[in-house]
């Protein structure tokens, strides 16, 4: 894989949500082209202070509604603009050295795409489903009927996604999220991502993957990564519920992936209820130390860093809360948690400083279920976290850290003072 993964960290934006565009209101893939995509443009900038240097995209082809149900792969979508819009992002995030990630949805596509509206019983078939009586019946996504089931094992699916990924890497991406991997079998990812690559060798691949057994596909499907469900499980479970040997159980399986690859971490996403709603916002920092310690390629969600909350729902809508319009600039945030921001500010400086944490194993130097100490080393280089979820004070073991980084702990005799959900990180 290319070697540009192992100092990159993500901006996660949410596009259509971001630029305020509609996603219910039946505009659909033929409305009038509207240019809201600049409105990214000068969040370019809010990413690089930030520390960052990825911008991952979601959808930004022509879809129905949430752009999830795509409709054509090759065409921007037109609440979001048209290609000039997209060269002058691009251009932008070139010239400040942002890579910018795709979102690739290649396990399913809208109703509307017309491949599925023209196909015909004697036509070349691109989707799974049966015909019955003159009528096709598509299987769907997961229930959802707007989204029909590609056929993975047809040849022209494979060259369908050759094309789409060759066509946007040639335009300046820099690789795919692979919208629903987990629903695509390994082998056609394993067909596909060595012919991309034949013509785009530094292209990075990450699949969605919510469980299973993530070694085996990486090697079964050749994705450089997965993303790392587990370890954001056992981030806001373990907070939340006040049982730090979940987080413990979780970075110990975390640590058993890294032989075959570095997973994309998280602690929020387009998909998921804001961090500072699941923990509460006075436990975000202690979130973000973990994130930002561990192995893998971390991603910050757009407002997370700002503290925003927002609650998924699972209903039509549900999503909403946390995929919000933002405003013209980071200026003009109304309101900012400011220990959030700066637990930001800190702990991706530090990542930036030991690049050799996106592969490094992290110990359970202690842990009970209101304090943990974690220490992430290579060499004499060491990271040390520690964390009190706890009403009361606690007092843990240093694990040799010599300096406090960040974090409103205080290092005395081979210990660390924590207050009450207290937290520190510390170098050794």
């Known amino acids: 894989m290319p070697s540009w993964p192992e100092h990159v960290m993500w901006w996660h934006v949410y596009p259509l949500g971001f ?23 000068p969040w370019l900038d809010h990413v690089i202070e930030l520390g960052l240097n990825g911008l991952l995209l979601g959808p930004v082809f022509a879809s129905e509604t949430h752009g999830y149900d795509t409709v054509d792969h090759l065409r921007i979508d037109p609440r979001l603009g048209d290609d000039g819009d997209l060269d002058r992002l ?100 394993a067909a596909v991502l060595p012919r991309v690559r034949e013509r785009f060798p530094e292209a990075w691949f990450v699949g969605e993957v919510i469980h299973g057994d993530g070694p085996a596909i990486v090697r079964a499907s050749t994705m450089d990564s997965l993303t790392q469900y587990e370890l954001w499980q ?29 997973p994309q971490t998280f ?58 319009e933002f405003p013209a600039s980071a200026a003009e945030v109304g309101e900012v948690d400011e220990r959030i ?6 702990l991706i400086a530090l990542r930036r400083r030991k690049p050799w944490l996106w592969r490094a194993h992290t110990d359970v130097v202690e ?16 990271v040390v976290v520690a964390l009190n979820i706890g009403d009361e004070a606690a007092s843990v073991p240093s694990a040799d850290a010599r300096t406090v980084v960040t974090g409103d702990g205080t290092l005395a005799d081979g ?10 990180v510390l170098e050794g």
Not at 236 to 252: T, Y
Not at 280 to 297: K, M, N, R
Not at 367 to 382: K, P, Q, S, W
Request: proline share 5%; hydrophobic share 45%; aromatic share 8%.
């Open 234 to 262: 056992g981030i806001w479970h373990g907070i939340a519920d006040g049982n730090l040997f979940e987080l413990s159980h979780a970075i110990e399986r975390h640590d058993e992936l890294l032989a075959t690859f570095a």
């Open 367 to 382: 842990v009970a279920n209101a304090a943990i100490v974690l220490r992430t080393a290579v060499g004499n280089d060491a």
């Open 341 to 346: 921001l700066e637990a930001h500010l800190a």
């Open 90 to 189: 691009l251009g932008g995030a070139r010239a400040r050295g942002i890579r910018v990630l795709f979102d690739g949805v290649f396990n399913h596509v809208g109703r509307a795409h017309p491949a599925f509206r023209t196909a015909t019983e004697d036509g070349p078939q691109l989707f799974r489903g049966r015909w019955v009586d003159g009528r096709f019946e598509a299987e769907v996504f997961e229930g959802h009927g707007a989204l029909v089931a590609l056929d993975h094992s047809s040849p022209a699916v494979a060259d369908l996604v050759v094309d789409v990924m060759c066509h946007w890497l040639e335009r300046g991406i820099d690789g795919w999220r692979l919208d629903a991997a987990y629903a695509v079998p390994p082998e056609f990812w």
């Open 19 to 41: 630029v305020g565009a509609p996603i219910r209101d039946g505009e659909g893939p033929d409305a009038e082209i509207v240019h809201r995509l600049d409105r990214l443009d």
């Open 267 to 324: 602690v929020g996403n387009h998909d998921v209820t804001r961090i500072a709603s699941a923990i509460g916002s006075d436990l975000v920092p202690h979130a973000l130390a973990v994130l930002f310690t561990v192995a893998g390629t971390p991603s910050v969600y757009a407002g997370d860093e700002f503290g925003w909350t927002g609650v998924k729902e699972e209903r039509e809508g549900g999503d909403d809360a946390v995929r919000p």
């Open 415 to 424: 210990r660390i003072e924590l207050g009450p959900r207290g937290w520190a």
